[in-house]
């Protein structure tokens, strides 16, 4: 399952984006967000800035978050990927 992943553009309150999931409120635009991060098995990579603090929330585009959040997230995935392709 594969995802895209972005920040808001605008400083916005959690309450307005997310349902109680979790996830994106089915009204809110993609085109709102700067993507970041693209998860897919064994194939992720940042497709933005990804310099960023570890603690930036990030948010799901295009499917469910599957327990990514932040950046730090990312760079967990990207470092277990690397360590199970050795």
Not at 47 to 58: A, Q, S
């Amino acid at each position: 399952m594969s995802t895209k992943f972005g920040i808001p553009l605008y400083p916005v309150d959690d309450a307005i984006l997310l349902d109680e999931e979790g996830e994106l409120q089915p009204y809110i635009s993609e085109s709102f967000f700067h993507p970041v991060f693209f998860h897919t098995y064994r194939n992720s990579r940042w497709i933005g800035d990804h310099k960023l603090p570890n603690d930036t929330k990030v948010y799901a585009l295009d499917n469910s978050h599957q327990g990514i959040r932040t950046i730090a997230d990312c760079k967990k995935i990207l470092e277990d990927e690397t360590n199970t392709q050795v």
